[in-house]
């Protein structure tokens, strides 16, 4: 489906209660800058409408997002982490080239099948079908663009995968000197490069709400919800 109002965790969060993917999607209402508050909804209230089943039920899209860039700014800092990506570097061998060969033409193959269809849109366009077609061929090409876009992801995520298996085994130093310029980076880039950049780190981000901490400060209202994330990564 189409992301009119762009949410970076599109298609990576879930929720931990029920397995579903959380819905993004935006509220009616704006904020002092004129954008609508967007949040991530639980696909089964999103759906179904059934409340009482789901603890986790909607979250800020922006309280959440600014949690996971701020997680990935600092995993530089984070010793078990880097030993996990070290090892996970080191267990890597050559015999996982053919079938990460295998995946690249899949995903090749997939997007100049999903390219062909989006120029098929614009020829339809040109051609005058966009006023016949209207809001479904609108709908069609934007659905597309997310697949395209999915399919990139996959793509640079086989390329980085195969050129593991050919480069020497990373160390935990120049991972750290890698991840500490994340922060800067991520800033630079446009919406669908962070949105790739966040696929490629986190493979899925598990969101489940927490009990209130016993030592949390009084002045935050009894109101205020907690949650817990579980991110795993590539």
Known sequence: ???????????????????????????????????????YTCGQLYREREVGRCGVRHVSAMGLERVI???LGEIH????????????????????????????????????RVNQ?????????????????????????SSLRDKKQELLVRQERARQDLLA?????????RVAASLE???????????????????LCIERIELRQAERPAAIEAEIPTDVRFFELRLRLP
């Open 117 to 141: 269809q989006l120029r098929n849109c614009v020829d339809a366009i040109a051609a005058g079908g966009f006023d016949a077609l209207g809001a479904e061929l609108r709908e069609r090409a």
């Open 165 to 173: 298996c050919e480069q020497d085994t990373l160390d935990a130093k």
């Open 69 to 71: 860039i701020a997680f």
């Open 1 to 39: 489906s189409s992301d009119r109002h762009f949410h970076l965790l599109k298609g990576v969060v879930c929720c931990a209660v029920c397995g579903r993917a959380m819905v993004p999607h935006a509220a009616g209402k704006q904020n002092a800058a004129g954008k609508n508050y967007r949040y």
């Open 77 to 112: 800092r984070h010793d078990a982490i880097l030993t996990a990506a070290v090892e996970a570097s080191q267990s890597r061998r050559k015999s996982d080239r053919a079938p990460l060969q295998a995946v690249a033409v899949e995903v090749q193959t997939e997007l100049a």
């Open 181 to 199: 310029k994340f922060a800067d980076v991520f800033a630079k880039l446009e919406g669908p490069e962070q949105k790739a950049l966040v696929a």
